[in-house]
């Protein structure tokens, strides 16, 4: 069974860019989180998507979005990109189909905005 | 709000000595509790989870028990091995919102010489 599929690995964008990042779950799983990792701040979830809604919300600003495809794949986007935007990206998805739920997470994207 | 606090890193051990990193929680309600692990440029890996009181999670020979009276899972290991060396991070679901919204702690890293 393939993992969680996250494109591309490294970016490199310059600030006020946009970026768009791609992440395709576990064959079965619905649910698709993201989150955010730094060094300063460590490990914060982002949003949530299941079936093509967004069903929770991290607190990050509107230049963050996201969205789920039918297939159940994920994008998140960040505009107007800033230096502190640069981090490491990770996906992950979930069967979510009753409690306990067990989180598999990808490789993750780094970002670098320059 | 929810959250979880571990030791700060970083831990630095021999071989074949005794590990333990501290993980204490704040939760309303009945969390799940976890901890995964991060090798070096990879995403998060489950290693144990438990997801009521008195559960006990292990996994390749790390163990962590969920004390609610302490609020605490706290990760041990009998022998290290160099293998292990990575970064450690305890974490919970909260019991009120999707299983999918996972709340980190810090993290700690922990480097076994030979």
């Known amino acids: 069974k393939a993992g969680v599929t996250q494109t591309p690995r490294y970016l490199i964008k310059t600030r006020g860019q946009q970026v768009t990042l791609s992440c395709s779950p576990i064959?079965?799983?619905?649910?698709v989180s993201w989150y955010q990792q730094t060094p300063g701040q460590g490990l914060q979830f982002l949003f949530e998507?299941?079936?093509?809604?967004?069903?929770n919300k991290g607190n990050f600003p509107g230049r963050f979005s996201g969205r789920q495809f039918s297939n159940s794949r994920s994008e998140m986007n960040v505009s107007t990109l800033e230096l502190g935007d640069s981090a490491l990206y990770l996906c992950?998805?979930?069967?979510?189909?009753?409690?306990?739920?067990?989180?598999?997470f990808g490789q993750g994207t780094r970002l670098t905005v320059v | 709000g929810d959250s979880v606090t571990q030791m700060e890193g970083p831990v630095t051990l021999s071989e074949e000595a005794f590990l333990t990193i501290n993980c204490t929680y704040t939760?309303?309600?009945?969390?799940?509790l976890f901890w995964y692990v991060q090798y070096p440029g990879e995403g998060l890996q489950l290693l144990l989870k438990a997801t009521k009181a008195d559960d006990k999670g292990s996994n390749k020979g790390f163990e962590a028990t969920y004390r609610k009276e302490t609020t605490s899972f706290h990760l041990e290991k009998g022998s290290v091995q160099v293998s292990d060396s990575a970064v450690y991070f305890c974490?919970?679901?909260?019991?009120?919102?999707?299983?999918?919204?996972?709340?980190f702690g810090s993290g700690t890293r922990l480097s076994i010489r030979p």
């Open positions: 974490a919970l679901t909260p019991g009120y919102s999707s299983a999918s919204k996972i709340i």
């Open positions: 998507y299941f079936s093509e809604t967004q069903r």
């Open positions: 992950a998805s979930s069967l979510d189909e009753g409690r306990p739920t067990e989180a598999f």
């Open positions: 939760a309303t309600g009945y969390p799940s």
């Open positions: 064959s079965g799983h619905r649910s």
